[in-house]
């Protein structure tokens, strides 16, 4: 009987309190005489009597998913304690099989490329429009979609990012409507959208709008530890057995309760304190304000900017995405600023954009600090005369290599420049080239500006 009221932790908490003695696993017996007390080793257990299977759950870990069922409003719901990474991996398996089609866009995070290396797929690229004024990619177009399929009507599944690592939002709506009219599943990469329903994003929420298979990271923009994630199963099309055959390959046989123990505490936070939501809204909103009078930085969708002027289905006003292009600083100079004269570290910076995450979890005082600094550095910036613009994304052609081909180091390429591995820059790990793309011109140069302007690419 599945008891909603439960509380992992506290469940935990009350056991370290017994006289049980640990003859398991982990090696640190939960001796906080010897190990002290700075780490959480008095709940770090392993599955003993009382305490259930993640991979086979019927107790109080079954509760929890059954509490993000609920929460989440799905039909099925798994606690990932390996990231998105090993939901996407898990979905990826579950659709397809070895050298299968796909369709994905072609912004995916690496894990959802992992996916598609481990099963040596022919992948059919969607690509977003680049957004003109601030670079970042657009929304992914139903009619794109609908284009894509007709080009490869044999795929096994579509696969999307939304909201993107700047908070860029599809119709995710139309776009499942369309996948299911030709019995494809959808998987939406939403490691970016657990706070969607929450903060009320409900235009484009995907459990909410069709997707078949939906994976959240918790720890991004919810109050949770790192590596806690959830993924959502919905409707007909998805064997879910399958699914979660394919989640105890990829997600390591010894959980750790902390982890999980902080995925049932964030369920517990986001069942009672939604009210906190519309108090990180209106902080949202004074933040925007704040900004009104910038004159050569500009925010995403935020101070005089908004969304009409995009070309964006929705956007995720939590995201602060700080666009530098037209002045003459890069966004990773912009960073830099912001970290050594201001003391704030940013998510992530680009040559002309730099991302500030925000959550329900942020203060007034930290909005006011960001703002401050953005006006401070604003008007050091007026007598600016170099511009850096912003940078068109490549488009590698496909040399007809397939990646898993591509990717075998011990085989000949010939003198055509082929990539054979994927080239990403981190954050934010969307690959620029794939194995078996050609290494253009127009590519090599794009990662060469990117190194040039001290961003991590890894090769
Ligand atoms: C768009 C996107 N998808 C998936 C992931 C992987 O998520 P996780 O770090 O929870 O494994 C990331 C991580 O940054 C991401 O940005």
Redesign the pocket.
């Known amino acids: 009987m599945t008891d909603l009221r439960s509380n992992l932790y506290d469940e935990l908490k009350k056991y370290s309190k017994t006289d049980a003695y640990p003859f398991h696993m982990p090696g640190h017996k939960r001796n906080t005489e010897l190990l002290g007390v700075s780490l959480p080793f008095d709940i770090d257990i392993t599955e003993i009597d009382g305490f259930d299977d993640l991979h086979a759950s019927c107790g109080i870990l079954k509760n929890s998913s059954d509490k993000a069922r609920k929460v989440f409003h799905s039909e099925h719901s798994y606690m990932l304690i390996n ?3 090993c939901g ?1 991996l898990s979905a990826i398996r579950t659709v397809t099989n070895y050298g299968d089609n796909i369709i994905i866009a072609r912004n995916c ?1 690496k ?1 959802v490329y992992n996916g598609c290396l481990l099963n040596n797929l022919e992948i059919n690229f969607i690509f977003p429009p680049q957004d003109e004024s601030s670079g970042v990619c657009g929304s992914v177009s139903p009619e794109s979609v609908l284009e894509a399929i007709k080009g490869s009507p044999d795929s096994k599944a579509v696969v999307i ?1 939304s909201p ?2 700047e908070g860029v939002i599809s119709d995710i709506r139309s776009i499942s409507r369309i996948t299911h009219s030709y019995g494809i599943p959808l998987i939406v ?1 939403n ?2 959208g657990a706070h969607q329903r929450f903060f009320g994003l409900m235009d484009g929420e995907p459990v909410e709008c069709g997707a078949d298979i939906v994976i959240s ?1 918790l ?2 923009t919810l109050p949770s530890l790192t ?1 806690t ?1 959830v993924a959502h199963i919905n409707g007909d099309i998805i064997d879910h057995r399958r699914f979660e055959k394919e989640l105890a390959i990829f997600e390591t046989s010894s959980p750790s309760y902390i982890l999980m123990a902080s995925i049932d505490k964030c369920l517990d936070f986001l069942k009672n304190d939604c009210d906190l939501f519309e108090k990180y809204k209106l902080r949202l909103q004074k933040f925007s304000e704040s900004i009104n009078k910038l004159k050569y930085l500009k925010v995403l969708c935020h101070g005089s900017d908004s969304i009409s002027n995009h070309n964006f289905y929705s956007f995720d006003p939590g995201k602060i995405v700080i666009c530098t292009s037209g002045t003459s600083i890069s966004g990773v100079e912009l960073s830099d600023i912001l970290r050594k004269k201001y003391n704030m570290e940013l998510e992530m910076a680009y040559p002309f954009y730099a991302v500030a995450m925000t959550s329900v979890c942020d203060t007034d005082d930290g909005f006011q600090r960001l703002s401050n600094a953005l006006i401070d550095i604003d008007k050091s910036l007026s007598h600016s005369e170099i511009n850096i613009p912003v940078l068109p994304f490549p488009k590698p052609k496909k040399s007809g290599l397939g990646i898993i081909e591509a990717n075998d180091k011990t085989l000949p390429l010939g003198s055509e420049k082929i990539s054979r591995d994927y080239i990403f820059a981190y ?3 969307i690959p620029i080239v794939i194995p078996g793309e050609f290494l253009d011109d127009e590519t090599v140069s794009y990662i060469e500006t990117l190194k040039a302007s001290g961003i991590k690419v890894i090769e």
């Open positions: 990231g998105s990474t996407i995070h894990s990012t993107t690592y990469d490691a970016h990271s720890h991004k590596q994630a954050p934010p790990g």
